[in-house]
């Protein structure tokens, strides 16, 4: 269940509501599960694992940690992150594979920065990236840098595992990206079938509850950010950004064509991916977008990103 915090939250924008709405806003809430990890400071996890390739030879890697606060949190996300977030860092790090919560803590990660000192990390958690199949990117909160001296690499200290268990991310390290860099594209996958949910959503929940791509795409292409994007000044995507995406799809003769999404999925909830709905037969192999349309976080502008589709 959220923490105390989230509840009152909750109470106050129900106070709003009419009482369907309120009444199917607690239902949400009861399914929810939060998706906060241990604050201990120290690695918890016993385990004898220790593979770090998967069975299909994939290394378990950080693909990127970005810094996208400097002390930025809002004073909110004492009730809403861990107590203490406000006015914290935050930099997501993202995992070549979906990650085994229960097995995350605090004192799994080592923040260094450029000088060589060694952060502070207050807790960590998946929020709100924790749909299903997005459980990859995991979200640092505490003091580890600045712009005098920031972030130069994060590193998996303690033991960490996949969701299926397979490998052990111990020991993987990533440079930090510079807090005045925009975000880039860091991963696209193409989405089975069974985890489509066409039609679905979003909840009115803060996290946890994207919308799903229109019933009767075709496929969907899932495109991870570094870090959680929006319009400048912070208003969702709307259609002015999911005509910039453009797909390459290699049709059954071997041509390419570009397709554009016709609408855009998990939407509404706060988080670094989206989802591009497709109406187009073929086989997905890269996407694309311009610079200059998306800010993360810390207002920082988007450059030309493009990156190739790989597999689940």
Known sequence: MPSRGWMLILVLLMVSMTACTAAKVMRQL??????????????????????????????????????????????ISDQAICEGA????????????????????AGDFKVTTASGQVGKLLCVTLAPADDAGELRTVLLVGEYGSKDDP??????????????GSVNFKGASVKAIPLQDGPTMILAQTLPK??????????ALPWGGGSGCPVGTRQVVNVTWVGGVTKPGGDEVDDVERQLYKVTVEQADGSQIQATPFALGDLGDGDNNHRLCLDVEGAPKS???????????NEDLNPDTSIDVTQP
């Open 30 to 75: 009861n399914e929810y599960e939060i998706t906060l990890a241990s604050t201990s400071p120290v690695d918890t996890t016993k385990t004898d694992v220790t593979a770090t390739t998967d069975a299909n030879g994939k290394p378990a890697q950080l693909l990127s940690a970005f810094f996208g606060l400097d002390n930025g949190f809002p004073g």
């Open 86 to 105: 406000g006015g914290k860092d935050g930099m997501p790090v993202i995992f070549s594979h979906e990650v085994d919560l229960s097995t995350m803590q």
């Open 151 to 164: 972030p130069a690499t994060v590193e998996v200290v303690g033991n960490l595992l996949s969701i299926d």
């Open 194 to 203: 069974e985890r489509l949910a066409l039609g679905k959503k979003a909840t």
């Open 287 to 297: 996407v694309s977008f311009p610079g200059g349309h998306m800010t993360d976080p």
